[in-house]
């Protein structure tokens, strides 16, 4: 049994009080780094099209992640991914901001969710019904396919941020604060899309 298998075998039962199609699960990407946004991903999975390996998007390959990625958008009833932006982290913080993502994929859905498995221990404050589900991407695979659509989209932000400034590496570490990471915020300065209100972000604006 991979460790994967093993840890979602271990929580507890999902009860789940829904049981019709349009059921839609939310996940985010983006909570930890210092630089760009935080993105979400909402997906109503299509009952009569089963989509094999879905898991958090954590413990697979990027290979595996963006295979996954075009069979979740092919397959799905709906997705959406939305953000919200580094200037909406720093306005709102990561808390709100990230709940803002989450409404703003919701809101994107065709057709409508009627009810929201949100992985996490906060639901974002949609006036559609629904629970938060901790370690969800684990437990129901509507939550997993949202944090794979997320992952693989913030991923190809980062790739697209480290061609414009390759030395920072970005493509490397997704912005997250790594040893790199840091020592290149030191040396060469925040961008224009590094979050303001993250702590090594904030110290190092307070030495230019």
Excluded: W
Excluded at 1 to 20: D, N
Excluded at 122 to 135: C, T, W
Excluded at 190 to 201: A, T, W, Y
């Amino acid at each position: 049994m991979t460790s994967a298998r093993r840890r979602s075998s271990e929580l507890p039962r999902l009860v789940v009080p829904y049981a019709g199609e349009r059921l839609a699960g939310v996940d985010e990407v983006g909570r930890g780094p210092l630089v760009g946004a935080v993105v979400a991903a909402a997906v109503i999975l299509d009952p009569c099209r089963a989509i094999s390996g879905l898991a958090d998007s954590k413990m697979l390959s990027a290979r595996r992640r963006e295979a996954l990625d075009l069979e979740i958008r092919e397959g799905a009833l709906a997705f959406a991914v939305a953000e919200a932006s580094a200037i909406e982290v720093d306005e709102l913080n990561i808390f709100h901001a990230t709940h803002l993502a989450m409404r703003r994929a919701i809101d994107a859905l065709a057709p409508a969710a009627e009810y929201l498995l949100v992985d996490g221990n906060r639901l974002p404050g949609h006036h559609v019904p629904g629970q938060a589900v901790v370690k969800g991407d684990a437990r129901h695979p509507a939550i997993a396919a949202a944090s794979i659509l997320a992952k693989v989209a913030r991923d190809a932000q980062m790739v697209a941020l480290d061609a414009r400034h390759p030395e920072y590496g970005f493509a490397r570490h997704k912005g997250y604060p790594t040893r790199e990471h840091l020592a290149a915020l030191e040396r060469l300065g925040p961008l224009p899309e590094h979050r303001r209100s993250f702590g090594p972000v904030k110290r190092q604006l307070a030495l230019c």
